[in-house]
């Protein structure tokens, strides 16, 4: 009997809300099946963690540590604003959301907002010339002309994650701070229908340089990093527990993707085109995918004449998906069907990046899943693309 097709929405799935034991519970090095084990490599990190300084705080000092924070850093955090969940500038401890709930725009529109203005003097250093990269409105990338550094709190660990990844394919240019400029802070998150992070294996926690968690009224919080460290010391922390673990996430709904066989399916895109096809017939090549991604980074390059005797570089987002994006010079199309765009998006993250990076463009933290109207589901589609034989 053939598997059925299921690049639809979980919600129309019948095993949906069951919890499924992850195998990779089983593993030691689960992480390894992903590849991407986190900045400087993993090692250095592991190394921190072993120095990693645990303590039960309440909230009295969890807000003066925020408040320390919002002081020394420009702050993005996850708050709750007109019903909706934001990640946006905070101004005060209290409308931080302890606990995460992830917002739908992550954290690139901060690091990258809509439009970007690259000065034509962009990093020479000459005086009356500011080379830095501004948006359209005059302002710097992530932080309203101040010299403050970046700190984003409540991320979740996939997000955490992403960030490393994203700062690292842009780490060749000076359009972006380094990860060391900036103070992350993650907190347990609660994984929702969309999330698979767990078919990657159960993640590490080495992107942050604090970890929060509650307990009861309390929270548990644990300092990675030495700036972590330095932060939690410097708000009066001296009582620490080693007995207390960051608790993994639930493992989801969800099988351990094999990145090596779908990589390799996934290629051979002459064979299955018909499977590619019939996703994109059900696809409106809107992009929300792409805009809601924390690892997609596509975009555009123009120029615009400034008036003073100056040409600038400007950069916008944009889509794989969108059809503009594949055309060149005089309106020539190297992707000319939906079909090629949407395969060309798997095949980036999936395929790509596996054999170049060893680990795939997506942590699984289901966004594309929660936006598409069309109730494509990507961790489906990624899941059946090795059984494509039983499904056509
Ligand atoms: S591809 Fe989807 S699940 Fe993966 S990181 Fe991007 S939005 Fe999240
Ligand atoms: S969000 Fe869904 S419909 Fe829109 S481009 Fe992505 S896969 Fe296609």
Redesign the pocket.
Known sequence: MKAPLRPFRATKDKTQGKIVKSPLSRKASHFAHAGYEGRDGGQKICDFLEGILNARINKAQLDQIITYILREYDTFGVQKKDNSITFDKLEKAGSFLTWTEKPIIPFKKILWPDRAVIPAKAGIQEKGVDPRVKTEDDKLFYNDNSKKKLSFLGLTNCDAQALDIFLKEFSHTDLLPKRSDILVITSECKPDENCFCTAFGQPKFNFSDIHIQEEGKNFEIFALTKVGQEIIKENGVSKFDKKLKIREIKPQNTELLDLKSISQEISRKDKHEEYWQKIADQ????????AVCPLCFCFRCGSSNVAIKQCNNEISWDSC?SSSFSQIQRGFDFRPKNSDR?HNWYHHKFSRSVEKNGYPLCTGCGR?IS????N?N?KYIVESVTKIKDQL
């Not at 696809?283 to 792409?290: E, H, K, P, S, V």
């Open positions: 696809c409106f090549a809107c992009g929300a995918c792409t998906y949407l594309c936006a598409c109207p069309a494509l990507q």
